[in-house]
């Protein structure tokens, strides 16, 4: 009996003692569903500095570098993030937009309240055509955000016939009296925005009616079934709504379903995007994490009406929200971004990857100096937060296959007595045959020893990049805007069809083997 316990103790201290021996397997011969590269997209509202002095400075300026007001040094920036596809006008301001505001000569433009983001006059100096050319540039699809909360169906039944329509039309006709002759064939399109909220405080079968009588009328001009309508989604775990949603609209009417999810410390209290607490950053990662069970979810109940996965769960609004910077208006949403927004984004991009079954689109909100920013401006100044890099370590995985991982821990982030899982990956095989690992490790104290097991590839060489830092709340500022910044990884050791490698506190990796 006694020996009986001493093995226990034994296996239960050997247990301990290999709590940070982390084994990832994955299987490279038994590729998944493909990555759609739009999980990697973004999100720009008229909000605060995000449109205008984020991407837009006005056609006049002479200051900041530009093409057709929109900032040389922002393109540039996005173009080497690949961004793939771009969300606009809203957010809650998309269901108090006009687009008939937004088009024709600048100077004949109506001016409206933003009447959510911080009571500011919008001009509507950037509009259809601005947002649409500014896409072209950015080699990004349109994701256009319709207003269904204060419009109307023939509204929106327009706007599709305007950007879209080749023909002789009304609209393309009036398109071509504003100046572009070819339409923009605008693929993916928003029935409304937070439809249980700013979208009008609506029930999920109200909604369900109203989105069948407007997803009807958007005709798809171009006749190659290119029209991809996504209905307003759920507010995080309100399973109910998706559960109304995939019953009632018929499935010719529907190709996406959104879900809004936000990472913060709480609700009404979210406390400080740099100068906070390890009690602050465990419970932003709760939330982050929480993602996993969301989409997993969200997915069950998808695959209960349709198994065969045609209609996509759109994440159309993610990231980390805090307290705005001091000094700043309460209702533009500006926060500075730090390593605890990498390790949100890291996570959540490998919870999106590990689901591209179902999860077919997603938008960081927001682009440019609103909440998550990848880009902060002030000014003729720009910087990239540790999230851009994030985000651009990871756009190796778009449009890659993606491969099995699993992750057998004992690693745990653990912290006053709870705890997270501290590792998270995954892994994917490009059409060239390199294979990526993205790895993150959220524990802000204890570094993690990894063993990759990788079978089924005769690839060799290994190597990668890494976003580390010597603090948690380190980020970059106008006046150290490379603080913060991704660097070669070295810190692996390759073993046959393993490699052990070290995962420094909240870190960031992403190896290629090739
Ligand atoms: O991204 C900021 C706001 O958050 C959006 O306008 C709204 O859809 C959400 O509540």
């Excluded at 922002?74 to 687009?99: I, M, N």
């Excluded at 983001?117 to 950037?126: C, K, L, Q």
């Excluded at 700013?198 to 009588?213: F, H, I």
Aim: charged share 20%; with cysteine; aromatic share 10%.
């Amino acid at each position: 009996m006694t020996r009986y316990l001493l093995a226990i103790l034994l296996c239960l201290g050997a247990g301990s003692l290999s709590a940070r021996q982390v084994q990832v397997h994955i299987n490279a011969d038994q590729g998944g569903p493909t990555i759609n590269k739009n999980i990697y997209g973004h999100f720009a509202e008229h909000l605060g500095r995000c449109i205008y002095g984020g991407f837009y400075v006005g056609d006049d300026n002479t200051e900041i570098p530009n093409t057709n007001g929109v900032r040389n040094d922002v393109v540039e920036a996005l173009k080497d993030l690949k961004v793939p596809v771009l969300r606009w006008p809203g957010g809650c301001f998309a269901d108090t937009y006009h687009w008939m505001d937004g088009i024709g000569p600048k100077e004949d433009r109506p001016t409206i309240v933003n009447q959510w983001w911080g009571g500011v006059t919008e001009d509507n100096s950037f509009g259809t055509h601005d947002f649409l050319n500014m896409c072209e540039m950015l080699d990004a699809e349109p994701y256009l955000a319709a207003n269904v909360g204060s419009g109307e169906v023939k509204e929106l039944a327009d706007w599709v016939q305007y950007v879209n329509h080749d023909g002789t039309s009304p609209m393309a006709d009036l398109r071509r009296e504003n100046g572009r002759e070819e339409p923009w064939q605008v693929t993916y399109w928003g029935v409304g925005n937070e439809m249980w909220g700013c979208g009008g405080n609506m029930t999920p079968e109200y909604y369900a009616n109203l989105y069948k009588q407007y997803a009807t009328f958007m005709t798809d001009w171009s006749n190659s079934s290119n029209l991809f309508r996504i209905a307003s989604g759920a507010n995080v775990a309100d399973y109910h709504w998706t559960e109304v949603l995939m019953r009632d609209i018929p499935k010719h009417l529907i190709e996406g379903v959104a879900l809004h999810s936000y990472s913060f410390v709480e609700w009404n209290e979210k406390g400080p995007a740099t100068g906070f607490s390890e009690a602050q950053y465990f419970s932003t990662m709760e939330t982050a994490l929480r993602m996993e069970e969301l989409v997993t979810r969200h997915s069950t109940i998808m695959d209960k009406y349709d198994p065969e996965k045609r209609i996509a769960l759109v994440v159309d609004e993610w990231g980390g929200w805090y307290n705005v910077e001091e000094g700043t208006n309460p209702g533009f949403l500006y926060q500075q971004n730090t390593m605890r927004d990498a390790m949100i984004a890291g996570t959540t991009l490998n919870i999106f990857n590990n689901h591209a079954d179902r999860v077919r689109m997603a938008n960081l909100a927001q682009t440019i100096n609103v909440l998550q920013a990848v880009i902060l401006t002030e000014d003729e100044k720009m910087l990239l937060t540790p999230t851009y890099h994030v985000m651009k370590m990871y756009n190796v995985h778009q449009d890659a296959t993606l491969l099995p991982l699993s992750i057998s821990s004992g690693a745990q982030y653990e912290f006053e007595g709870k705890s997270l899982p501290a590792v998270s990956g995954s892994a994917s095989v490009n059409e060239e045959g390199a294979i990526h690992i993205s790895l993150v490790n959220i524990d802000a104290d204890e570094a993690q020893e990894v063993t990759v097991n990788l079978r089924g590839t005769d690839n060799k060489k290994v190597s990668g990049t890494i976003l580390k830092a010597a603090n948690l709340t380190d980020h970059n500022t106008f006046d150290n805007p490379d603080k913060v910044q991704p660097v070669a990884y070295k810190d692996f050791k390759r073993k046959g069809e393993s490699m052990t490698l070290q995962l420094p506190p909240f870190s960031v990796v992403v190896l290629k083997v090739e």
